[in-house]
């Protein structure tokens, strides 16, 4: 692919995710500062908005699919069937780095206390679990977020546990010193970007047109989740049943 061609499709591409992005946070996140945060980030009018779709991985996740799907087809009516079909996908893929990045527990080397660590993981269980039992349609959106809220955050750090902590407190402040309102509200805000992470995620499974296909999707969604929880736990398996069970993430397992 040309360097020329190349540009004009990622751009294209961060557009598409950037709206997907965009209408999962107003369709799923609840109400609070968080969400206003969020929305802030993407705005068209706000000058900050590249540093903003850096931050979250929008940039980076483009280029790796524009990098995937460019070379599928030539033809501009198919490409751009492509990018709405990504948006979806994007849009969910840019909630759920943050439950990965929760589940990784970026923190826990430096300034997570035993409390938060248990925390993290305790709120990661009933997270992984509800998604679980969301996609296989044993439990409600509203069933989901309810059980979700109840849920403990208390000392969980946004900041802390991403990638570029300095970088997110920084344009935190930035939307803050603008609008108004506590830093607290985003930075332990784990609950709401985790509720709309559950819903974006069966938006996905929704597109899927093709029925078999939905299936498999969501079969391979639901083994993820689970492996997650029981990866959650590392003392309980050697490095081999590690590897083993992360290849779950990407292959369902049927009864």
């Not at 969980?156 to 991403?162: A, D, E, M, V, Y």
């Not at 083994?223 to 083993?244: G, P, Q």
């Amino acid at each position: 692919m040309r360097v020329d061609e190349f540009e004009q499709k990622l751009g294209q591409m961060i557009g598409a995710t950037a709206t997907g992005y965009e209408a999962a946070v107003i369709a799923h996140m609840p109400d609070c500062l968080y969400r206003d945060f969020c929305l802030w980030g993407m705005s068209r009018h706000n000058p900050r908005r590249p540093a903003v779709m850096q931050l979250i991985g929008a940039v980076q996740l483009s280029k790796l699919t524009v990098r995937l799907l460019a070379g599928l087809t030539e033809r501009e009516e198919t490409w751009q069937k492509l990018l709405r079909a990504s948006m979806t996908m994007n849009g969910w893929a840019l909630l759920e780095a943050v439950s990965d990045n929760l589940a990784i527990g970026l923190a826990r080397h430096n300034i997570d206390t035993p409390e938060s660590n248990a925390t993290r993981r305790a709120l990661l269980r009933a997270f992984n679990t509800l998604m679980a039992e969301r996609l296989k349609d044993e439990i409600s959106a509203a069933s989901a977020r309810d059980a979700l809220s109840n849920s403990c955050s208390e000392g969980i750090s946004l900041f802390h546990q991403h990638i570029s902590p300095l970088k997110f407190r920084s344009l935190a402040e930035n939307f803050i010193n603008e609008k108004g309102g506590a830093l607290s509200e985003i930075e332990y805000a784990a609950l709401p970007h985790l509720i709309a992470n559950i819903e974006a995620c069966m938006d996905v499974v929704n597109a899927v047109e093709v029925g078999c296909l939905r299936s498999l999707v969501r079969d391979s969604l639901i083994a993820r989740y689970k492996s997650v929880n029981k990866l959650l736990d590392l003392d309980e398996f050697s490095f081999e049943e590690i590897l083993a069970r992360g290849c779950l993430l990407s292959t369902p397992r049927r009864g």
